[in-house]
């Protein structure tokens, strides 16, 4: 079978969003990813920016399972001497309340310039509130 390439003029780009208040964060964020990829179209094709936009709201209510509100430790180095930050999910969430999601979805997606550009259809709002409701976004269930 061969693969289908598609041009940029003619792939045809829908805008999706999903509500995380209280659903679990992996789930959310595999979901995003799968539809990031394009993985949820007949043209899907790896090396290919084939996903649609991703709009994610209540970001700041997702839910983790478990201890992992203490436990789960996300790390970031600043590139100074002894400059390796880490903090608990319940703290990150607090300072940064999509920076969680942004990073498992992140994980989720290829290494490099396909992964960053992928990354740069998503946009994750910690409220219910977004600024792209002329685009139509259609509800995407979890």
Same mark, same amino acid.
């Given at each position: 079978?061969?693969?289908?390439?598609?041009?940029?003029?003619?792939?045809?780009?829908?805008?999706?969003?999903?509500?995380?208040?209280?659903?679990?964060?992996?789930?959310?964020?595999?979901? *995003? +990813?799968? /539809?990031?990829?394009?993985? @949820? #179209?007949?043209?899907?094709?790896?090396?290919?920016?084939?996903?649609? %936009? &991703?709009?994610?709201?209540? *970001? +700041?209510? /997702?839910?983790?399972?478990? @201890? #992992?509100?203490?436990?789960?430790?996300?790390?970031?180095?600043?590139? %100074? &001497?002894?400059?390796?930050?880490?903090?608990?999910?319940?703290?990150?969430?607090?300072?940064?309340?999509?920076?969680?999601?942004?990073?498992?979805?992140?994980?989720?997606?290829?290494?490099?310039?396909?992964?960053?550009?992928?990354?740069?259809?998503?946009?994750?709002?910690?409220?219910?509130?977004?600024?792209?409701?002329?685009?139509?976004?259609?509800?995407?269930?979890?």
């Amino acid at each position: 079978m061969k693969t289908i390439f598609v041009r940029d003029v003619d792939q045809k780009r829908d805008w999706y969003i999903i509500d995380a208040a209280g659903k679990p964060l992996g789930r959310v964020a595999a979901k *995003a +990813a799968s /539809v990031l990829r394009g993985k @949820n #179209k007949a043209t899907y094709t790896p090396n290919q920016e084939m996903g649609d %936009y &991703v709009v994610i709201i209540n *970001a +700041a209510q /997702v839910a983790v399972s478990g @201890n #992992k509100e203490n436990d789960h430790l996300y790390r970031h180095y600043t590139g %100074y &001497v002894r400059g390796l930050r880490t903090y608990s999910f319940k703290k990150l969430i607090e300072r940064k309340p999509t920076e969680p999601l942004k990073l498992t979805i992140n994980g989720m997606l290829p290494n490099g310039r396909l992964g960053r550009k992928m990354l740069g259809n998503l946009k994750i709002y910690e409220g219910a509130e977004h600024p792209h409701g002329a685009q139509n976004p259609k509800p995407l269930e979890v």
